[in-house]
């Protein structure tokens, strides 16, 4: 299956335009010469369980983790059985706080993703053991076309913008009818700066009155 054939049928329709084919050839020359996270088959995994029409809430990651294993194609996840990152520990961290839930067992957020959760990453690929390193193959320019999009479309969702990159995606969101948190990022560097404390779960439940997905 080609790397544009993975990108369902229902966000084709949605978003009318396609990946740049410039995007899918650059990926397959990197792949060709080096590791690249995620997996082939796990790209586009976040728009693969949350379908357009399902969207409430979107959640910004910069790139996928860049360690072995770790990538799943979803903002912030890592697989089953896959230590937590630091990032993705404060969230759970918060997450309990917040909503009164345990911390979950598993770093998967599929459960989230299924619930609703758009867990975008705005580059969707790395090299492995390098961070950041495929922001110049195009994606953001694709991404940010996906939540342009969302806001045009949707009904009225909750954007979860983390740290000052993620805020930077404001300009992108219509915040007349869209609910917007703009808080610090999750990661050790940040999260007492403003990450905790934050009550993003409950927030967001009470603007769409509705629960958090569980995990």
Partial sequence: MSYAEQ????????????????????LERERSSATVFPPPGMVFNAFALTPPGKVRIVLLGQDPYHDDGQAEGLAFSVP????????????????????????????????WARGG?????????????????????????FTDRVIEQISRENAPTAFLLWGNWAQTKRRLIDTERHFVLESAHPSPLSARRGFFGSRPFSRTEAFLKAPWPEL
């Fill in 7 to 26: 990108l369902p049928p229902e966000w084709r329709a949605f978003l009318k335009f396609d990946v740049p084919r410039e995007i899918l050839d650059a």
């Fill in 80 to 111: 089953e059985g896959v230590k937590f990152p630091p990032s993705l520990r404060n969230i759970f961290k918060e997450y309990a706080a917040d909503l009164n839930r345990a911390i979950p067992d598993s770093g998967s957020l599929r459960n």
């Fill in 117 to 141: 959760v758009l867990l975008l990453n705005s580059v969707l690929t790395v090299r492995a053991h390098h961070p950041g390193s495929h922001r110049a193959l195009g994606w953001e320019a």
